[in-house]
């Protein structure tokens, strides 16, 4: 078992041996990628892995590297990398270029550097822990599809079993920069979005009664959905209803034929989800026989997100570890946050626990909200204290 001795000796030198990380992660900065598409990302990660003499191998769109050092446990550490369909605004002289309209919007090129700078300095320090290392890069977490994709391609047979597995995410709210913040159970939601078609009846814009709006009707059922949340809820739970985009028609006088509505449901329970997820069909199937539409509604669910549930243990022994090596006065209780991951899914599919912790990217008293155009987190101490937690996490396990 790791302890506060063990990980001040493997950080001691990484003002030395992480000089490469600030321009390293510059550069995924620079260059992000959408998800499913970062060809370019995942060629970094395996030229740098390789360049530190960690073998990998390629699944699913991620990239694994395993670093095998002797008898003892088997720890998986986690990190996304890809961007957002944002165009940056931040100003910074290595921003993505605003045009392409894609970003780091979410701080995944954190992620990837401070997992690979972990893994340098556990490969420099082999003398100071036993067990194998498993360094899981994922493509695809913003639709929810990184995870199953490696999953799909045989992860669980091409990558021996953890037996704890480890994520961490940088936010832009509430932990200042250099300070992390850890809880057991549920500390993400569970997420799902749904693309639903409504039909009406097309009709000149001056002759409303010889067709069915299916403007109206898609106005109607955005009003009917807030009740879902106000009115069958208990008021002590937590569920959001989102509509987030509705399109129909064309032209002013032109009454169009279909509306498509754009719907994102979170809950911190499975069943909650599914439950609201069943409203939003009895609500639109109930306003749609009102309106008289010609034709059933056609839905779509689409990024799937499952529940994020810390193990309690797990979560007992790395909290430790965080307040042993940066201080109680830096490692915070988190309330569950309200977004989604995928990252449970490798975890479940191993049926291994796994904790999963933020770590802060602006300094104290800012606030940017991840997914902002405005979104940078501060190189350092991010980068530092990001890489440090990995460390002292995965120390929390290995022999």
Not at 36 to 41: D, G
């Amino acid at each position: 078992m790791g302890d506060k001795n063990t990980v001040n000796d493997i950080v001691s030198r990484a003002d030395e041996l992480l000089e490469w990380q600030e321009d390293f992660y510059k550069d995924l900065h620079s260059h992000p990628e959408l998800s499913m598409e970062e060809e370019r990302t995942r060629g970094v990660i395996a030229d740098k892995l390789d360049s530190l003499g960690i073998s990998s191998q390629e699944i699913g769109g991620g990239v694994v590297g395993t670093v095998e050092n002797g008898e003892g446990p088997t720890v998986m550490l986690r990190a996304d990398f890809d961007g957002l369909p944002v165009a940056e605004e931040t100003g910074l002289d290595y921003a993505a270029d605003p045009d392409a309209g894609v970003m780091h919007a979410c701080g995944h090129d954190t992620h990837v550097t401070a997992l690979m700078g972990m893994a340098q300095l556990m490969v420099e320090n082999k003398d100071a822990w036993s067990g194998t290392l498993h360094l899981l890069f994922q493509p695809g977490e913003e639709t929810g599809a990184g995870a199953k994709a490696m999953l799909d391609d045989a992860l669980v047979d091409k990558v021996s079993a953890p037996d704890v597995v480890l994520g961490q995410h940088v936010f832009g709210m509430e932990v200042p920069a250099g300070s992390l913040a850890i809880a057991s159970g549920s500390v993400m939601s569970a997420a799902v979005s749904m693309r639903i078609k409504v039909y009406g009846d097309g009709s000149h814009g001056s002759m409303p009664h010889l067709g069915v709006d299916p403007v109206v009707l898609a106005s109607s059922i955005v009003t009917r959905l807030q009740t879902v949340i106000s009115r069958e809820i208990a008021p002590g739970d937590f569920g959001v209803i989102t509509v987030g985009s509705i399109s129909a028609g064309k032209k002013a006088n032109v009454i169009a034929d279909s509306a498509t509505l754009e719907i994102n449901i979170r809950a911190y329970d499975e069943d909650k989800r599914d439950f609201l997820v069943d409203a939003v069909h009895r609500v639109v199937d109930g306003e749609c026989a009102i309106s008289r539409s010609p034709k059933e509604p056609e839905y779509e669910h689409y990024d799937h997100f499952p529940l994020t549930v810390n193990d309690e243990d797990t979560t007992e022994k790395v909290k430790a570890a965080l307040v042993d090596h940066f201080g109680e006065d830096k490692v915070f209780h988190t309330d569950p946050v309200t977004a989604s991951e995928d990252f449970s899914h490798v975890p479940d599919a191993y049926d291994a626990p796994y904790c999963y912790w933020f770590f802060g990217g602006l300094p104290e008293g800012e606030s940017i909200p991840n997914h902002s155009p405005k979104f940078a987190p501060v190189m350092q101490p991010t980068l530092r204290t990001g890489t440090e937690a990995l460390v002292a996490a995965a120390c929390a396990f290995l022999g």
